[in-house]
């Protein structure tokens, strides 16, 4: 969208699509600020839009087609199965509303063009829910990183432990994308990125890792940097039930650094010091400040209210889930061929946008 000095005074009103697991936490975030009102929700269970309408006066509806013709929503907050994202995404967008969408952006690097393209030709903000980007933590460790206290990065290692797999539709790769590295690892991705910058290449192996199942649950992927700095992505759904381990591994030539997991302390698999930073010999907790999980999709919403209203870039645009899902996209290619993926290979021709260009 373009960048516009205009501050607007009055809430945005949001229509919010999808109330499960990840809706609940979208609307506790627009609940958390005044700039944002939410007017319409839309779920298929009448149970959750209901309860949802009776906390906040919105119009409930059931179909997300419903709610797009609430000419009173201004702004779109899409937290779908994967594969509706593109088809709701772009009816918001066509429409003239701003749209935040959960991640991944879109199933394919095809599907993220599409929407980045109506989002430039509608004028609209389109943001992606990359939300442990906003985890305080996070952004402590790459503001460490970015001010030099590590040195030069040079090996970022990004786990994903899960005990079990999630139910219902994300156990369909039709539905879902893929498997572990598209769901839940798409997080792995964004931190990395967020680390380490773009990779030039990808090289992964991953594995269906137990009977029964469809698609990946067990991985291990390689970003290369083409400077001798990597990071490495191992996932898997077979750690023991209850466990839930994303911790991150930052080492650089001058310091160390390690992130506790930001999921791992919400499920309570984890009550370490969040950030500390290894420099001058010796461990040191650094305090970042108090947030959760929970908190960190939270500020992902406000994020984009504030964005909306403010005319500014969101934190995490369009673009942005687009190169994430290309590196997905390239794991898969490694996976499935056997040789290392040029990143360039696969997000193909480049849509240029003003804030992409
Ligand atoms: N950021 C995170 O940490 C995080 C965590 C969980 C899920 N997610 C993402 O959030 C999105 C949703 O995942 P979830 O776990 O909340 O899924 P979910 O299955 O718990 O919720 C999806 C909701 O969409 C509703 N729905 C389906 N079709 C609909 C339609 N046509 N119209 C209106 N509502 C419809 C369903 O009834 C359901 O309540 C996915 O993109 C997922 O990857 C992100």
Redesign the pocket.
Known sequence: MAESTARRADPLRVGL???????Q?HLRGYLSTDRARVVAV????AE?TAAAAGRTGARA?????D?LADADVEAVDV????D??LA?TLAALESGRHVL????LGLTVGECDRMIEAARRADRVLAV????VFFAPHVAAVDLVRSGAVGRPMMTRLRLGIGGR?P???LDPAQAGGGLLY??G??RFYMAREIMGDPVAVTARTDVAAPGLESEGSGVVVLEHGDGSFAVIDANYLNPSGTFDDRIEIAGDAGLIDLAGC?AAFEGFTNEPALRLWADGAWQVVEAAPMD?SGS?QA?VRDFVDAVLDGRRPRVAGEDGRVVVAMIQAAYESARTGRRVELAEMLGTRVTTEAGA
């Open positions: 699509v999808g109330l499960g697991e990840v809706g936490h839309a779920d298929l269970s959750l509806c059931s179909h997300w087609m709610l937290s779908l199965p994967h509706l994202h709701a969408v959960e991640k991944p829910s990359h939300n442990q999630y219902g539709w994300r769901d839940a798409v997080h999921e999980w999709v992902a």
